[in-house]
């Protein structure tokens, strides 16, 4: 009877949509060149999330490749709905706390987003849809922690209590006009704390939450070094819409961020291995693979707001810094995060929050309304995001933390010995490689 539940709620939420009133699309002040090149945006963000899927499907073991895989496809159709349904109104709808978070009823099943006023020279469905995929990814990224651990249906019911509890507060208060972070000041362009820092915390709460108690994890190399590859290329190809994207417009702005996110994940690939090479360690196409990713996070919340030469000094920085916390993690901690998404999400995006705060400037960005960045001699943007910094980590490990336990009393996320041994893949889905 249990297994029923989620079908006749999902055919009820179908129904109520039926009863919406259609509506004309808005379309004075309209530019076409932008709406193409945010449908494109949109699209390469989507394909982030099967990007994910390959990188981590291909870093696990061969029993558990599918499982790893499927968290992040099911996210696709879980959030999707979840969004539609409310989310984008927790995210965007007007402010109904203090700038913490939205009116849920505002956009309720999409409510008026079709005659709504356009969001910049663009429609407001395809602004909800474009940030429709952030709300996807994140909760996919936090998969790399909670691989081979957690029961499937567990897994669904905590992402929609992460996409509802957390990332939605999260974009209301860093990009709502009304929004706490937003007014304050912070910059974050396309998500270092909306998307990186979460997940990343939430790994880090799960990391220790699910920690196996007299348990050793045994050490299992990686099942499909191509996979991880072809991974990379397409979470590669996709941050090109993720963070050209958020400009949000096709433009000047849109061509600089394009550029330093390239810049930033050419050189955090090449400073892991060369750093790992230094330490005696032989260069790896998974070392140069995690790397560019870390670049890609780290400089995600910057590549609107700085320079393209200081987007190389931002790559390379933050993957000495994370490949540092993986050996950290490893050698003088028991934390069980399986693909090290605390060390390149958490700590890679909370390292390109603080290089935002450093190297912003006004010439890149000339919505850059507080200020310019500390190499520039201004403090004021650099404390600010120093403060932000640590409102965002105590929200999201904490609220991870809560989130968890409550998905726990309702579903127990353990998976059991019997099941570990057997692999996820056959023991939760019927599927073999």
């Given at each position: ?242 963070n050209a994207g958020s400009a949000l417009t096709a433009g ?41 990713v870390v670049g890609l996070v780290a400089i995600t919340p ?45 700590v890679g995006g909370a390292v390109g929050m603080l290089m ?78």
């Amino acid at each position: 009877m249990k297994n029923v539940i989620p079908l006749v709620l999902l055919i009820a939420v179908s129904v109520l949509g039926l009863f919406t009133t259609p509506a004309v699309m808005v379309t004075e002040g309209l530019v076409s060149g932008d709406v193409a090149w945010m449908l494109a945006a949109s699209a390469f963000v989507l394909l982030m999330t099967p990007g994910l899927a390959f990188f981590y499907g291909g870093m696990i073991d061969t029993k558990n490749i599918i499982s790893t895989m499927l968290q992040s496809f099911v996210a696709m159709g879980v959030i999707s709905v979840v969004w539609i349904v409310v989310g984008f109104s927790l995210a965007f709808g007007p402010d109904l706390a203090g700038g913490f978070i939205g009116n849920p009823m505002t956009y309720f099943m999409f409510k008026g987003v079709a005659e709504a006023p356009l969001w910049g020279t663009v429609p407001l469905m395809l602004f909800a849809f474009f940030q429709l995929k952030f709300a996807i990814i994140t909760p996919a990224l936090i998969t790399g922690t909670f691989a081979e651990r957690v029961q499937f249906k567990s897994y669904l019911l905590f992402i929609i209590l992460f996409s509802l509890f957390l990332h939605s507060p999260l974009a209301h208060m860093t990009w709502a006009a009304d929004g706490f972070l937003f007014k304050l000041g912070v910059l974050d362009f396309a998500g270092g704390t909306v998307v990186h820092m979460s997940a990343g915390f939430a790994a880090l709460a799960a990391s220790m939450y699910l920690k196996s108690k007299g348990e050793k994890k045994a050490a299992a190399a990686p099942a499909n070094i191509p996979f991880v590859l072809l991974g990379t290329g397409l979470l590669w190809f996709g941050w090109f819409g993720f963070n050209a994207g958020s400009a949000l417009t096709a433009g000047a702005l849109a061509t600089s961020a394009f550029a330093t996110t390239n810049t930033a994940s050419a050189a955090a690939g090449l400073a892991w291995i060369l750093f790992d090479s230094a330490r005696g360690k032989k260069p790896s196409a998974l070392g140069f693979c995690i790397g560019a990713v870390v670049g890609l996070v780290a400089i995600t919340p910057a590549a609107g707001f700085v320079t393209v030469s200081a987007s190389l000094f931002i790559g390379t920085v933050a993957a000495m810094i994370s490949n540092l916390v993986v050996h950290w993690k490893a050698s003088k901690t028991s934390l069980e995060d399986t693909l090290d998404v605390f060390p390149c999400h958490g700590v890679g995006g909370a390292v390109g929050m603080l290089m935002t705060g450093i190297f912003a400037h006004t010439a890149v960005n000339s919505l850059n309304t507080t200020g310019n960045g500390l190499f520039f001699g201004e403090s004021h943007l650099f404390v600010i995001h120093l403060i932000a910094l640590a409102i965002v980590i105590v929200f999201a490990f904490v609220g991870s933390l809560i989130l968890l336990k409550i998905t726990d009393l309702i579903s127990p996320l353990h998976v059991s010995a019997e099941d570990k041994l057997v692999g996820s893949d056959f023991a939760q889905h019927g599927e073999r490689m």
